[in-house]
């Protein structure tokens, strides 16, 4: 019998007794009788829910930091998030201009051009291809929104700092300088 659940495949063997083989017999004596046990049935019992549900997910989210670790695919969501635990521990706000910032996807010049969607990578501001990188570290368009950013952040660590440390440590202030881009007025010469 085989059963096969999200990606796991598992394979069950039934062994109908070990009737007349003589070596088995004190191995089916013992389970008959640890079976029967109530001391042992009930230890069992007595595990709660939420210690198995906390191992399994403790198990997930090792497995997904292992696969996350190897991918080569995220790499930009990868600088603001590399431990998964960490991410899921956080409340964010999901705007567009978030997901366009953490993941490199959307309505900037560079990751449109790479489709041929529009005909060349560089800003507005003339000053380097519109990526992630320029929006939050260099656009001229941006000067005062990033001053403000900058003044926060300047009060615990240096600028600029890691695409990591301002989701992880000031996740508002960089909230704040996320959606106040207008992608749309970015991408007006």
Not at 52 to 59: G, I, N, P, Q
Not at 92 to 115: D, P
């Amino acid at each position: 019998m085989e059963t096969k659940k999200a990606g796991w495949q598992i394979t069950f063997h039934w062994v109908i007794a070990h009737a007349g083989i003589r070596s088995n017999e004190p191995a089916d004596t013992l389970a008959k009788k640890a079976a029967t046990n109530k001391t042992i049935t009930e230890s069992y019992k007595r595990i709660p829910k939420y210690v198995v549900l906390s191992d399994l997910v403790k198990e997930s989210v090792r497995k997904w930091q292992s696969d996350w670790t190897q991918t080569t695919k995220g790499s930009t969501t990868k600088e603001y998030f590399p431990v998964v635990e960490d991410r899921l521990k956080m409340k964010l706000n999901l705007t567009g201009n978030f997901t366009t910032i953490v993941t490199g996807h959307g309505n900037m010049k560079a990751y449109l051009n790479r489709f041929q969607i529009t005909d060349e990578p560089t800003c507005p501001c003339g000053k380097g291809d519109h990526t992630v990188e320029h929006i939050i570290y260099e656009c001229e368009r941006l000067t005062k929104e990033r001053d403000k950013l900058k003044a926060a952040i300047k009060k615990t660590i240096t600028w600029p700092t890691s695409k990591q440390e301002l989701i992880k440590r000031h996740y508002k202030d960089f909230a704040k300088f996320i959606n106040s881009v207008s992608f749309e007025g970015l991408n007006v010469k």
